[in-house]
């Protein structure tokens, strides 16, 4: 049997130092990976002179497997999203975003098991007809949807749901208003969901479910939406298990796919040991459910949940007063 061969992306701030805690347990639980390491983000700058270069991107096309750290895109400068270009050069079309609760967050919710299954290269993040006049008054973006692309994520969605054992999908839209765009993707889950009689198919607009959410977010099992909503209605979610530390995200195509830390790169801890390595362990075990190792997954997972329900050795902003690597060895002592 080949050995599985991961890219892997350490990104910039704290990243290095997550991504480390992330691979010392897939080490430990015993995967038998081997890893090809690569630069993006300002570390790729200062080595390569660009963001994201052509080496790393051989590396993941060569490898179809990749994990990384966060990574961090210059504002303001003319550079485009490290991540952006990443899903579109992959065609990872399918951007998913779990979270789960675990006792012993600051969380306000208990009991939250939500997935968001968000189209991840159409919509207003497609980066089309982006213009900007020459006296700087007015400035314009557009947002395009296909219906390829809108079927490609429900049906993505609802065979998640299937697999899963899940019951309901919601597709979330602003079909009110956004009567082109929105109207097609919403057009298209309807016709979808028609294939999924086992499946409950609810619909919602995209502010009500936003306050839904927050009141009672329990409703929820899958939502499936377009690219600017996924966004920010993933990151709501985060918010209802403890924060983006908590959150891990996949991207996904037809024969490569990225799994990621979904938080930003925090350079004011960089290098200080305080960082918690939540989001992309958890975005290793979403790796290793995609490569079939499920079993593996459910050690990390389960080992995980221990280490924050008990407390022990746990970072500053899950209550504990450790670091990044006390954290990540007593998940160790219990793999």
Known sequence: MTQQRITVIPGDGIGPDIVSSAVKILDKVGCDFAYDYADAGLMALENHGELLPEETKDLIAKNKVALKGPLTTPVG???TSINVSLRKHFQLYANLRPVLSFNGTKARYEDIDIITVR???QGMYSGLGQTTSEDGNEAEAMSKITREGAEKIVVFAYELARREGRKKVTAVHKANILKSTSGLFLKVAREVAQRYPDIE?????????????V?????????VT?????????DLCAGLVGGLGMAPGANIGEDCAIFEAVHGSAPD????????????ILASVQMLEYLGMADKAEK???????VIETGDRTTRDLGGEHGTTDFTQAVLDRL
Do not use: W, Y
Not at 201 to 213: A, G, H, P, R, Y
Not at 269 to 280: E, F, Q, R, W
């Open 300 to 306: 990390i997972r389960s080992a995980l949940k221990e």
């Open 226 to 234: 377009t690219n600017l909503f996924g966004d920010i209605l993933s």
């Open 215 to 223: 009141m009672n977010p329990h409703q929820f099992d899958v939502i």
């Open 269 to 280: 801890i960089a290098g200080k040991n305080l960082a918690n390595p939540t989001s992309v």
């Open 119 to 121: 189209e991840n290269t």
């Open 77 to 79: 400068e003319g550079f």
């Open 201 to 213: 198919s609810t619909e919602m607009i995209v502010d009500n479910c936003c306050m839904q959410l």
